[in-house]
């Protein structure tokens, strides 16, 4: 017996079309192209969704964190807000206000005559607490507190 085509059909058919029993190359080539493509959106959103905490990267540690925790919350919730704020606070540089209060210390230390870090194991009251002095009569001299001025409304102080 010989097939014979159906006199309804084309005679020439398109190049994707195969026939029973081959491999479909149009859907091999296009499997891989969407896995390729899907593979390539996830890692372009995934490196997006990163920016904030990359750029946040180079400053303060307690920055950063709260930038990655902002990241996680917007990733969880699909809350775009969190990402935005994460971004806003990874592009502020926070001033340090720790270094230059160390410093101060530092000077404190030197000019009170302690070694660097020896103040602050002591109290504050104990550090240049000195013995009441005495006065040329042997008694000792009372050094008067210092009052705080009385505190007035503004519109009294400017009548």
Same mark, same amino acid.
Not at 60 to 71: D, M
């Given at each position: 017996m ?14 994707f @079309? ?9 859907? /091999? /080539?296009m499997? /891989?192209?969407? =896995?390729?493509? =899907? ?5 372009? !959103?995934? &490196?997006?969704h990163t920016m ?5 990267? %180079?400053?303060? %540690?307690?920055?950063?964190?709260? =930038?990655? /925790?902002?990241? $996680? ?5 699909h809350?775009h ?9 990874a592009?502020?540089? @926070?001033?340090? !206000?720790?270094?230059?209060?160390? &410093?101060?210390?530092?000077? $404190? ?11 602050a ?7 240049? =607490? ?9 008694? +000792?001299?009372?050094?008067?507190? +210092? ?6 409304? %503004? ?5």
């Amino acid at each position: 017996m010989t097939s014979a085509l159906n006199p309804a059909a084309p005679h020439h058919l398109p190049i994707f @079309i195969t026939a029973p029993g081959e491999t479909d190359v149009l859907m /091999v /080539v296009m499997a /891989v192209v969407l =896995v390729l493509a =899907v593979l390539g959106v996830g890692i372009l !959103f995934l &490196r997006l969704h990163t920016m904030p905490e990359r750029m946040a990267h %180079k400053s303060q %540690k307690i920055q950063f964190e709260i =930038v990655a /925790v902002l990241g $996680l919350l917007a990733l969880f919730t699909h809350m775009h807000i969190f990402w935005v704020a994460g971004l806003l606070l990874a592009l502020i540089d @926070i001033p340090d !206000f720790g270094n230059p209060l160390r &410093r101060i210390a530092g000077s $404190l230390e030197k000019i009170a005559g302690l070694k660097p870090g020896e103040g602050a194991g002591r109290a504050p009251d104990e550090i240049g =607490v000195e013995p009441p002095s005495s006065g040329a009569d042997g008694h +000792t001299v009372d050094v008067p507190k +210092t009052v705080a001025p009385s505190r007035m409304p %503004k519109e009294k102080a400017r009548a």
